[in-house]
């Protein structure tokens, strides 16, 4: 995997001593809103079958997001395979970092990556409607909404019972934009 830059960010591939960051996005009930209703993510006794990545800093796939100009941690973004010309992008920022287009910035460097290095034809990226601001990102970077699920979850959380969305870029859509 490549260190990506960006105007303002370095995505690098994560590395362990990146986890104490990684536990403190998971702690923070805002970021966990749209994953888990909210709940501050305890490690020690996380449900394994857990829906959700939390990195361990020795995934292949995932890189940690840092502002370029000072280093400061801002989060992590992930393309995920799904079979063999197939990823899932995902991120995860700090709330801090919210708004200032951050997201969008990572997101379009890890997908360009992804498509020009990462030998995918299609990526793919998924959140609950309710959840404009990823929402948002996707649609910034040129991903088509395809279809909406309503999946019966053992423990729904607030916004679930309007499903999840996703939205998808193909290789050659992303060379013509």
Avoid at 21 to 46: K, W
Avoid at 79 to 106: F, H, K, N, T, V
Wanted: glycine share 12%.
């Amino acid at each position: 995997m490549a260190v990506l830059q960006t105007t303002r960010l370095t995505l690098r591939p994560c590395r362990p001593d990146d986890r104490d960051d990684f536990i403190a996005l998971e702690r923070d009930p805002e970021v966990m809103r749209f994953l888990n209703g909210g709940h501050a993510v305890d490690r020690a006794r996380a449900d394994p079958s857990a829906t959700f990545l939390m990195p361990e800093g020795t995934e292949p796939h995932v890189w940690t997001a840092r502002r370029t100009a000072g280093g400061a941690f801002v989060g992590w973004f992930c393309l995920w395979p799904e079979g063999e010309a197939l990823a899932e992008l995902g991120y995860r920022l700090r709330r801090e970092d919210w708004g200032q287009g951050l997201a969008s910035e990572g997101a379009l460097a890890l997908v360009g990556w992804g498509f020009e290095h990462g030998g995918y034809d299609r990526i793919v990226a998924t959140t609950m409607v309710v959840n404009r601001g990823s929402r948002r990102v996707m649609e910034k970077l040129g991903m088509r909404y395809t279809r909406t699920d309503h999946i019966d979850y053992p423990d729904p959380i607030a916004g679930s019972e309007q499903g999840d969305v996703w939205y998808e870029m193909t290789r050659g859509e992303w060379r013509g934009r």
